[in-house]
């Protein structure tokens, strides 16, 4: 991922409307995001531009991932 790509992401991650969201985003970014495959970070954006109660619930379990292609990275999500 491009630079200014990441710095926008990361905007992104970090100016949500529930705090729980800003805080698990942007941790994982700053952790784990580097770590990932192309792809996957294709999918972490997908999830980062979600509504954020949808994601919230994803992310907290309150919901389950139905999508297959999400679900991986819904998963490394609510270990961080």
Same mark, same amino acid.
């Not at 991922?1 to 992401?9: F, H, P, Q």
């Not at 999830?47 to 619930?57: P, T």
């Not at 292609?69 to 961080?80: C, D």
């Given at each position: 991922?491009? +630079? =200014?790509?990441?710095? +926008? &992401?990361r905007w992104r991650c970090s100016r949500r409307a529930l705090l729980e969201l800003d805080i698990a985003l942007t941790r994982f970014l700053d952790e784990r995001f580097d770590q990932l495959s192309e792809e996957? !970070? !294709?999918?972490?954006? =997908? &999830?980062?531009?979600?509504?954020?109660?949808? &994601?919230?619930?994803l992310i907290s379990g309150q919901a389950e991932c139905e999508d297959p292609?999400?679900?991986?990275?819904?998963? &490394?999500? +609510?270990?961080?």
């Open positions: 991922m491009k +630079r =200014e790509d990441y710095g +926008r &992401l996957q !970070q !294709q999918v972490f954006v =997908e &999830l980062a531009d979600m509504e954020d109660h949808d &994601l919230w619930y292609r999400l679900a991986p990275i819904v998963a &490394l999500l +609510r270990k961080s």
